[in-house]
């Protein structure tokens, strides 16, 4: 008798029970160790290894959703980037929830500029605004949009950045003309940005692409950077941790690790549930109809 | 009948437009090519910017439609219809850093993207736990998969089931790489044939210019 | 005037072979309109029982194309032809169709289109007053929008069956639950293999990647789409080929295809 | 004072928003989820037309400004496209339509003969024997023979029987093992977006749990009353 409670769990008791495991565990970490992948290594040392006048695209195909998980990846990155001296970078996204997110990653990371009180207006670790890096803002049609990049780089992507103002300056001063002065890209993705970009940057013009993405994403990326598309990955929450103990970046994607490892083992001891019940009740149920 | 009613025109068009964008890719061609190529690019970018208003269109009318019905919970299509046409005016009008345009972004787009994605663990739980079933050799075999996974991906369970993490990496790297590796190789060769047939004049229907009639009448 | 004059691009010898080849594979196979043997896919049958559970029950049903994130595409197609067939069983059968369309920046043109299609299948069976654009609603370009509204609809309608095929990201397992709590019966299929996985887990049948495209050539059953699967067969076949023989190669100490590959 | 009134709205309807959403967890129609739901769409519609719009007039505009003249005709291929809104106009959409279609099928499909068929030849031809330790020579064994025995899987023009019967059940079970890693790495994937959000719940930046906490009994216990004891109204509360 008792498999057939078994057998009938109601499914908001398993959401019920998720819930409170990821509460706790978040609220109170363990701390458990953490192994580091030769590839989010391998990454780590591609932009450590930004030489002063190369010049950076870090782009942003990832909607509020995937930010959720790869906040430690983007932070640790991009302050990774910023403190490589002499590099500079252009900040574009193709998902029109990034920019809100990239101010708050400014917000956090830089301080306002002496004498100015708004955004673009930041200093992030020595760089600033207009002369180090600069924000473009939102490009629509994803694929379409990179392929014209690729093509006509300073034309699609204009003179005025995402708040109006001119940055032709910025451009002449670095001689950033063409795709192919780009040195490397870095997407953040929540769809396959990187993908646009492996396809028309780094096929075209050698460029290595690094990607970050969220979870469902790793395993067709992991293909990708098997076959050499993709020179770096740094997949999902996992990689972000990862990433952030490299780069000693202090953040949350660390602790949230043990919930993971909780939640995994919640899930297994479910499937355990599930069989016992299905063996010795749900079988017979069904048998009998 | 005008020309530009014809099926003959849309297939010259796609065939002309088709050789822009194949031929400069293959071959070194003269820069008037190119420039096409560039332009061609563009233009769609463009295009899709534009056709967004098609769709701001069609769901206002459609809203509109309901609130003059009446019917239940109309009032609901007012809530999106109001919050969209806000969110256009203040976007255009005041700026993007408007504080009612951030606002409303801060709270209901970024709440609501990021809650929707974090609720598929739920349902994720949900469905694993019902699906994981030794019942036939392909549940069994799906269960193994995961349960490898599972203990490698979890850094208690590599502690627990030493022996898991490297048959986990073994299986994770060759038969689902491989798996993988050949479902994105088929899907591509899908594609290409597509965009074969698109220039051959078979897929007009696409462009919404033939009716299809399908199998069986 | 020769385009041939031109000299090819470095490194795009191989990828211009292989395109040329399926070219003419394809054109051939266009001309013979020979009809291929294909192999029925069981999805094919789930569909009908889906559609025949909707009519004994008197309840719509709900089939989605996708979200179309690249446009029209290969999988899009496929989703269409689906979309078309239920269309058509639909109308038949008087069963109430909901297709809410919508899911990305790029679905505004397939959903233009899908409308096309289904009115046609409506007009073709002799009912076009049975066809109600209101049914094919548009819910929004963004992804989770468009599924919370498709999940919101589904609980308020409960319908008989949800079929769900084209290009389906990760909102394909949250419709497919919420689909299978309200106790309808899920067809799914898509592309993105890891979506496959965990819809294999909640899905009543799940169509594999490929196997979508083939059902959706079979039921519509026309020659060219029947054709182009004959085509990416053999396309296939010579992948495997020049694999087979590139480590057959590689083994007797040549890097010769590789080389040939990368020309 | 309006920034008061700013980030505690935020934090209000923020709350309403993701709990409303939560709400379909419970299977049960509630109006809070209806609001959730419907102006989540209504934002998203407006944010996709205002991001459109400005990338229109902060790029495209100054070009045709500065005498690029083929982007004129871009912007007019563009316009036409809102021509598909009436049935007399229908046909000139169906240009813009075309190029699109065609133009974004192409530049796709060109790319992806390298990225997706070419590269990926190459990264298949493993050598087998011959240098490498003997765990090297078993993985790359592995995937020459799996991706031999999944293709078979995907063949549908030819009739399954005999030895190409057992290669495809053979292929059908690598990918149905395949499918329970993915899922478990798929799994995994999403537990990061529930504990990302999560986290910004229990620490938020901007904190008041005790509002949030607040919002949440009065959704929980006006949808339960709606339920028990005024299911009439619950249903002139959602919509149809």
Same mark, same amino acid.
């Given at each position: 008798?008792?498999?057939?409670?078994?057998?009938?769990?109601?499914?908001?008791?398993?959401?019920?029970?998720?819930?409170?495991?990821?509460?706790?565990?978040?609220?109170?970490?363990?701390?458990?160790?953490?192994?580091?992948?030769?590839?989010?290594?391998?990454?780590?040392?591609?932009?450590?290894?930004?030489?002063?006048?190369?010049?950076?695209?870090?782009?942003?195909?990832?909607?509020?959703?995937?930010?959720?998980?790869?906040?430690?990846?983007?932070?640790?990155?991009?302050?990774?980037?910023?403190?490589?001296?002499?590099?500079?970078?252009?900040?574009?996204?193709?998902?029109?929830?990034?920019?809100?997110?990239?101010?708050?990653?400014?917000?956090?990371?830089?301080?306002?500029?002496?004498?100015?009180?708004?955004?673009?207006?930041?200093?992030?670790?020595?760089?600033?605004?207009?002369?180090?890096?600069?924000?473009?803002?939102?490009?629509?049609?994803?694929?379409?949009?990179?392929?014209?990049?690729?093509?006509?780089?300073?034309?699609?992507?204009?003179?005025?950045?995402?708040?109006?103002?001119?940055?032709?300056?910025?451009?002449?001063?670095?001689?950033?003309?063409?795709?192919?002065?780009?040195?490397?890209?870095?997407?953040?993705?929540?769809?396959?940005?990187?993908?646009?970009?492996?396809?028309?940057?780094?096929?075209?013009?050698?460029?290595?692409?690094?990607?970050?993405?969220?979870?469902?994403?790793?395993?067709?990326?992991?293909?990708?950077?098997?076959?050499?598309?993709?020179?770096?990955?740094?997949?999902?929450?996992?990689?972000?941790?990862?990433?952030?103990?490299?780069?000693?970046?202090?953040?949350?994607?660390?602790?949230?690790?043990?919930?993971?490892?909780?939640?995994?083992?919640?899930?297994?001891?479910?499937?355990?549930?599930?069989?016992?019940?299905?063996?010795?009740?749900?079988?017979?149920?069904?048998?009998?109809? | 009948?005008?020309?530009?009613?014809? @099926?003959?025109?849309?297939? #010259?068009? =796609?065939?002309?437009?088709?050789?822009? &964008? $194949?031929?400069?890719?293959? *071959?070194?061609?003269?820069?008037?090519?190119?420039?096409?190529?560039?332009?061609?690019?563009?233009?769609?970018?463009?295009?899709?910017?534009?056709?967004?208003?098609?769709?701001?269109?069609?769901?206002?009318?459609?809203?509109?439609?309901?609130?003059?019905?009446?019917?239940?919970?109309?009032?609901?299509?007012?809530?999106?219809?109001?919050?969209?046409?806000?969110?256009?005016?203040?976007?255009?009008?005041?700026?993007?850093?408007?504080?009612?345009? @951030?606002?409303?972004?801060? #709270?209901? =787009?970024?709440?609501?993207?990021?809650? &929707? $994605?974090?609720?598929?663990? *739920?349902?994720?739980?949900?469905?694993?736990?019902?699906?994981?079933?030794?019942?036939?050799?392909?549940?069994?075999?799906?269960?193994?998969?995961?349960?490898?996974?599972?203990?490698?991906?979890?850094?208690?369970?590599?502690?627990?089931?030493?022996?898991?993490?490297?048959?986990?990496?073994?299986?994770?790297?060759?038969?689902?790489?491989?798996?993988?590796?050949?479902?994105?190789?088929?899907?591509?060769?899908?594609?290409?044939?597509?965009?074969?047939?698109?220039?051959?004049?078979?897929?007009?229907?696409?462009?919404?210019?033939?009716?299809?009639?399908?199998?069986?009448? | 005037?020769?385009?041939?004059?031109?000299?090819?691009?470095?490194?795009?010898?191989?990828?211009?072979?292989?395109?040329?080849?399926?070219?003419?594979?394809?054109?051939?196979?266009?001309?013979?309109?020979?009809?291929?043997?294909?192999?029925?896919?069981?999805?094919?049958?789930?569909?009908?029982?889906?559609?025949?559970?909707?009519?004994?029950?008197?309840?719509?049903?709900?089939?989605?194309?996708?979200?179309?994130?690249?446009?029209?595409?290969?999988?899009?197609?496929?989703?269409?032809?689906?979309?078309?067939?239920?269309?058509?069983?639909?109308?038949?059968?008087?069963?109430?169709?909901?297709?809410?369309?919508?899911?990305?920046?790029?679905?505004?043109?397939?959903?233009?289109?899908?409308?096309?299609?289904?009115?046609?299948?409506?007009?073709?069976?002799?009912?076009?007053?049975?066809?109600?654009?209101?049914?094919?609603?548009?819910?929004?370009?963004?992804?989770?929008?468009?599924?919370?509204?498709?999940?919101?609809?589904?609980?308020?309608?409960?319908?008989?069956?949800?079929?769900?095929?084209?290009?389906?990201?990760?909102?394909?397992?949250?419709?497919?639950?919420?689909?299978?709590?309200?106790?309808?019966?899920?067809?799914?299929?898509?592309?993105?293999?890891?979506?496959?996985?965990?819809?294999?887990?909640?899905?009543?049948?799940?169509?594999?990647?490929?196997?979508?495209?083939?059902?959706?050539?079979?039921?519509?059953?026309?020659?060219?789409?029947?054709?182009?699967?004959?085509?990416?067969?053999?396309?296939?076949?010579?992948?495997?080929?020049?694999?087979?023989?590139?480590?057959?190669?590689?083994?007797?100490?040549?890097?010769?295809?590789?080389?040939?590959?990368?020309? | 004072?309006?920034?008061?009134?700013?980030?505690?709205?935020?934090?209000?309807?923020?709350?309403?928003?993701?709990?409303?959403?939560?709400?379909?967890?419970?299977?049960?129609?509630?109006?809070?989820?209806?609001?959730?739901?419907?102006?989540?769409?209504?934002?998203?519609?407006?944010?996709?037309?205002?991001?459109?719009?400005?990338?229109?007039?902060?790029?495209?505009?100054?070009?045709?400004?500065?005498?690029?003249?083929?982007?004129?005709?871009?912007?007019?291929?563009?316009?036409?496209?809102?021509?598909?809104?009436?049935?007399?106009?229908?046909?000139?959409?169906?240009?813009?339509?075309?190029?699109?279609?065609?133009?974004?099928?192409?530049?796709?499909?060109?790319?992806?003969?390298?990225?997706?068929?070419?590269?990926?030849?190459?990264?298949?031809?493993?050598?087998?024997?011959?240098?490498?330790?003997?765990?090297?020579?078993?993985?790359?064994?592995?995937?020459?023979?799996?991706?031999?025995?999944?293709?078979?899987?995907?063949?549908?023009?030819?009739?399954?029987?005999?030895?190409?019967?057992?290669?495809?059940?053979?292929?059908?079970?690598?990918?149905?093992?395949?499918?329970?890693?993915?899922?478990?790495?798929?799994?995994?994937?999403?537990?990061?977006?529930?504990?990302?959000?999560?986290?910004?719940?229990?620490?938020?930046?901007?904190?008041?749990?005790?509002?949030?906490?607040?919002?949440?009994?009065?959704?929980?216990?006006?949808?339960?009353?709606?339920?028990?004891?005024?299911?009439?109204?619950?249903?002139?509360?959602?919509?149809?």
């Amino acid at each position: 008798m008792s498999f057939k409670i078994l057998w009938n769990i109601d499914r908001r008791i398993y959401y019920g029970l998720l819930f409170i495991i990821v509460s706790i565990l978040l609220l109170n970490p363990v701390g458990m160790p953490l192994k580091i992948s030769p590839e989010v290594k391998n990454t780590w040392q591609m932009i450590d290894d930004l030489q002063p006048g190369d010049f950076v695209i870090i782009n942003f195909c990832l909607s509020a959703s995937g930010y959720a998980q790869l906040q430690g990846a983007c932070n640790s990155m991009i302050t990774h980037i910023f403190e490589k001296p002499g590099v500079t970078v252009l900040f574009m996204m193709v998902s029109d929830q990034a920019p809100i997110m990239l101010e708050e990653i400014i917000t956090i990371n830089g301080d306002l500029m002496p004498g100015k009180t708004t955004f673009p207006w930041y200093e992030i670790r020595g760089k600033t605004y207009g002369e180090d890096y600069i924000n473009m803002g939102f490009y629509p049609g994803i694929s379409n949009f990179i392929a014209a990049l690729s093509m006509n780089f300073r034309k699609s992507l204009g003179n005025t950045d995402w708040y109006g103002e001119d940055v032709t300056d910025f451009f002449e001063s670095h001689n950033i003309q063409s795709a192919e002065d780009v040195d490397m890209v870095v997407s953040f993705d929540s769809d396959d940005g990187a993908g646009d970009f492996m396809r028309y940057f780094f096929l075209e013009y050698g460029t290595p692409v690094i990607q970050s993405m969220i979870g469902v994403m790793v395993a067709n990326s992991k293909v990708q950077y098997d076959a050499g598309n993709y020179a770096g990955i740094v997949p999902s929450i996992r990689g972000s941790a990862e990433y952030q103990f490299l780069q000693n970046y202090p953040g949350m994607a660390l602790t949230q690790m043990d919930a993971f490892s909780a939640v995994q083992f919640y899930l297994m001891a479910l499937m355990i549930v599930g069989n016992l019940g299905y063996h010795f009740y749900g079988k017979k149920q069904q048998e009998k109809v | 009948m005008s020309i530009l009613r014809r @099926k003959e025109f849309f297939i #010259a068009l =796609i065939v002309i437009i088709s050789i822009f &964008i $194949y031929v400069p890719y293959f *071959f070194e061609v003269p820069q008037f090519m190119s420039d096409m190529e560039i332009w061609l690019t563009e233009t769609t970018v463009v295009i899709i910017a534009f056709s967004v208003w098609v769709g701001l269109y069609t769901s206002t009318r459609r809203e509109l439609v309901k609130i003059q019905r009446k019917g239940r919970g109309w009032y609901y299509s007012g809530i999106i219809l109001g919050l969209a046409w806000v969110m256009v005016l203040s976007g255009l009008v005041l700026g993007k850093e408007a504080t009612i345009y @951030k606002f409303l972004q801060w #709270a209901f =787009i970024i709440p609501g993207d990021s809650t &929707i $994605y974090a609720i598929l663990v *739920f349902y994720l739980t949900s469905a694993g736990a019902r699906a994981f079933r030794l019942k036939s050799l392909e549940s069994t075999l799906l269960t193994f998969g995961a349960v490898f996974v599972l203990l490698k991906q979890a850094p208690l369970g590599e502690l627990l089931v030493p022996w898991a993490g490297p048959v986990a990496i073994y299986i994770q790297d060759t038969l689902a790489m491989a798996a993988t590796r050949v479902f994105n190789v088929s899907l591509a060769i899908g594609s290409v044939v597509l965009a074969i047939r698109l220039m051959a004049g078979q897929e007009m229907a696409l462009i919404g210019l033939v009716r299809r009639a399908t199998g069986g009448d | 005037m020769g385009i041939e004059l031109y000299p090819i691009a470095t490194g795009k010898i191989s990828g211009l072979i292989f395109f040329a080849v399926l070219i003419i594979l394809t054109l051939y196979n266009l001309r013979s309109k020979k009809v291929p043997y294909i192999r029925r896919v069981p999805a094919i049958d789930a569909i009908e029982e889906g559609i025949g559970r909707a009519t004994e029950l008197g309840q719509p049903i709900f089939v989605s194309c996708g979200m179309s994130p690249r446009g029209v595409d290969a999988p899009t197609v496929a989703g269409l032809s689906m979309l078309t067939h239920s269309a058509r069983m639909c109308a038949r059968n008087d069963v109430r169709l909901i297709a809410p369309m919508g899911g990305s920046d790029q679905s505004y043109t397939v959903m233009e289109l899908a409308r096309d299609l289904v009115e046609t299948q409506y007009q073709l069976e002799g009912k076009p007053e049975s066809f109600n654009i209101d049914d094919m609603p548009f819910l929004s370009g963004r992804q989770f929008a468009w599924a919370s509204a498709y999940c919101g609809m589904m609980m308020r309608e409960k319908p008989a069956t949800n079929i769900m095929v084209g290009v389906q990201y990760a909102s394909a397992v949250y419709i497919s639950e919420v689909g299978h709590e309200i106790g309808a019966m899920v067809i799914s299929g898509t592309t993105y293999l890891s979506n496959i996985a965990c819809l294999a887990a909640s899905s009543d049948y799940v169509m594999i990647g490929e196997e979508m495209l083939a059902a959706g050539a079979y039921l519509s059953g026309d020659a060219g789409q029947l054709a182009t699967i004959r085509t990416q067969d053999i396309g296939k076949l010579i992948f495997l080929a020049i694999t087979v023989l590139g480590i057959v190669i590689l083994t007797m100490g040549s890097n010769f295809v590789i080389d040939l590959l990368s020309s | 004072m309006v920034m008061d009134l700013y980030t505690w709205g935020i934090l209000i309807l923020g709350t309403v928003t993701t709990f409303g959403l939560y709400m379909i967890l419970s299977g049960v129609d509630s109006p809070w989820f209806a609001f959730a739901e419907h102006a989540f769409v209504g934002t998203a519609i407006g944010l996709t037309v205002v991001v459109s719009t400005d990338y229109i007039f902060r790029t495209i505009v100054p070009r045709v400004m500065g005498g690029e003249w083929q982007m004129i005709i871009s912007v007019i291929l563009g316009l036409m496209m809102l021509l598909r809104v009436s049935k007399s106009t229908l046909h000139l959409a169906r240009i813009p339509i075309t190029l699109s279609a065609a133009v974004g099928v192409g530049i796709g499909v060109r790319a992806q003969i390298f990225s997706g068929i070419i590269n990926q030849i190459r990264a298949t031809i493993l050598p087998i024997f011959g240098g490498g330790s003997a765990m090297d020579v078993v993985s790359n064994l592995t995937i020459v023979l799996s991706v031999l025995f999944v293709f078979t899987y995907f063949f549908y023009t030819t009739e399954i029987k005999g030895p190409l019967e057992t290669a495809n059940k053979i292929g059908r079970n690598i990918l149905y093992l395949a499918f329970g890693v993915l899922f478990a790495q798929t799994y995994m994937g999403r537990l990061g977006l529930l504990t990302g959000r999560m986290t910004l719940f229990l620490f938020p930046t901007n904190p008041n749990l005790y509002v949030t906490l607040i919002v949440i009994t009065v959704m929980v216990v006006t949808t339960w009353l709606l339920h028990k004891n005024y299911p009439d109204l619950l249903k002139k509360l959602t919509p149809e």
